[in-house]
């Protein structure tokens, strides 16, 4: 349909296109375009638009008439987010976020088959913009971030620790076992550098080498913002570099991905009842899903061990609001409540801008402001009761 002749394998999101072929008009795309841009797209972002290319185009062809997708009339959109907002009994209703994803992803696609260029693609029609507004008005729903893994120590001078799951408390949680050394560093090593997963579980041993003092270095070879491959580095405390140390010796590792799924075998209990038990480290990385399955276990053990204090039935709710991400998340609002400005937390942690960076610590932010250190001040000091 649209691969050019020295593209013999096709895209996931052209071969989602030629699925639906009948929905979709392509006599104006070229097919060196519509490569081009496909090849741009991180990973991440053409899973997300195939995922969400399909969602649109399955709903269009369930319709009665069969709705044209591409290009879509605004009716057809509007109607398609009214959809995606209600839900169903075996569909949650989509967050405010994930429409705007949705219509983010049907516009590029339109842009890649030919659209937009000389006409305004139906994702800007006034009638979808007040539909996603009045979705949002309705929902009254802030974009729910991954909760916070700071590491567990006041950052600043009067300030008390954080409570709750913190590195520390999943650090203690690890034992010395072969699994438990490579929790830790991985733990350690995704706080210090405040790694996304990607990149997490893209780090191989060749990227880590030792600092003069006892401090480390890895070197990240891409990430979400840096599609070019330019590279960036980030520090490693010497806790970190002790723990990774300890993990790349007793798991053998001297090339490679750092971070591997465990598989472990126990043997038949012999005449002494006695079983063996053995640990293979296997050759491939860990997955998005390996990292958050190891987070939830260590935060649960870390719960059962005593090292987290939690109301009682909030261990489920706990758990759930974590990810992969939250280390990141919890670094920013450390350095943030350590007193670094924005800019230099956003360019430590490779955030795209300072207001992503501040986004993160948005909770931190009021008891920092100006409002919050003047009249904290100044009414903290007032000695008033109230009658």
């Not at 959109?77 to 169903?88: D, P």
């Not at 990774?244 to 038949?268: D, H, K, M, Q, Y």
């Not at 939250?326 to 955030?351: C, K, M, N, P």
Request: a positive charge; aromatic letters at 4%; proline letters at 5%.
């Amino acid at each position: 349909m649209l691969a050019a002749a020295d593209q013999p394998f096709p895209s996931s999101v052209e071969l989602v296109l030629r699925r639906y072929a009948p929905l979709i008009d392509a006599r104006g795309a070229r097919s060196v375009a519509f490569e081009a841009a496909v090849t741009a797209m991180a990973p991440a972002t053409k899973a997300a638009i195939t995922a969400d290319l399909k969602c649109f185009l399955a709903w269009c062809k369930s319709r009665r008439p069969v709705a044209t997708a591409v290009p879509a009339e605004p009716e057809t959109l509007v109607h398609y987010l009214r959809w995606l907002a209600k839900g169903s009994d075996t569909r949650a209703p989509a967050r405010p976020a994930t429409l705007a994803r949705r219509i983010a992803s049907i516009a590029r696609v339109h842009r890649m088959l030919g659209f937009g260029e000389k006409e305004p693609l139906a994702t800007q029609a006034g009638m979808v913009r007040d539909t996603l507004k009045g979705i949002r008005r309705d929902k009254r729903q802030r974009q729910r971030q991954a909760a916070p893994l700071r590491l567990g120590e006041a950052m600043a001078e009067g300030q008390g620790a954080p409570e709750g799951v913190t590195v520390k408390a999943l650090l203690a949680s690890c034992g010395t076992d072969i699994i438990g050394l490579r929790d830790a560093a991985l733990i350690s090593l995704a706080y210090d550098a405040g790694l996304r997963v990607s990149e997490l579980v893209g780090t191989e041993v060749a990227d880590l080498r030792q600092a003069g003092d006892s401090s480390g270095r890895l070197e990240i070879g891409h990430s979400k913002t840096d599609q070019l491959g330019e590279g960036a580095l980030a520090w490693l405390s010497g806790d970190t570099m002790a723990r990774l140390s300890a993990w790349l010796l007793a798991s053998g590792l001297s090339e490679g991905p750092v971070f591997r799924r465990i598989n472990v075998l126990t043997s038949p209990p012999d005449p002494a009842g006695q079983r063996v038990v053995r640990h293979y480290i296997g050759a491939k990385p860990l997955t998005r899903q390996g990292v958050v399955a190891i987070l939830r276990r260590r935060v649960l053990e870390a719960i059962d061990l005593g090292h987290v204090e939690l109301e009682p039935g909030m261990e489920g709710d706990t758990v759930r609001a974590l990810s992969a991400h939250s280390f990141r998340v919890g670094l920013t609002q450390d350095l943030f409540a350590a007193g670094e400005d924005g800019s230099g937390i956003a360019l430590a942690l490779r955030w795209s801008s300072p207001t992503t960076a501040l986004r993160y610590a948005r909770e931190l932010a009021v008891g920092n402001n100006a409002a919050a250190r003047v009249l904290g001040r100044l009414r903290d000091s007032d000695g008033g009761t109230a009658a």
